[in-house]
């Protein structure tokens, strides 16, 4: 028995149920790229890594607002059903998430986009600078 079977499965039904309950939490790069390509960017998307790291480099339409910046008053210049898609480096980062718990605390809709610019370079888009 290897590690991958160690650990049985979850039935069908709850691998379902999980799957997609995760399409609330998460969008991915090729979506974002998608709205943001055709013109519907229904969202604000929200680069979460620093301002420094905003410059270099980041998703063209991104806000450069930091995860341990944002607060009320930051954030209340839009709607309140307002969604906002945050990323930060990529998968080995939590930048994202930190930012996801402290605007879900504050009442907002978010998603969090995992593959962060790491991602979006892997899908061979480009970035703008400031």
Known sequence: ??????????????ALAHFEASFRYETDCWDVHDA???????FVLLDVRGTEKY??????????????????SKIAEFAAETLFVVYCAGP?????????????QLGRPVKVMPGGITGWIDEGFDLARA
């Open 1 to 14: 028995m290897s590690h991958v079977t160690a650990i049985p499965a979850a039935a069908s039904a709850d």
């Open 92 to 104: 080995h980062c939590n930048g994202a998430a930190r930012a996801a718990v402290r605007l879900a």
């Open 36 to 42: 943001l390509a055709g013109g519907k960017q229904d």
């Open 55 to 72: 410059a270099a480099g980041h998703v063209p339409g991104a806000l450069d607002l930091a995860h341990r910046k944002i607060i009320g």
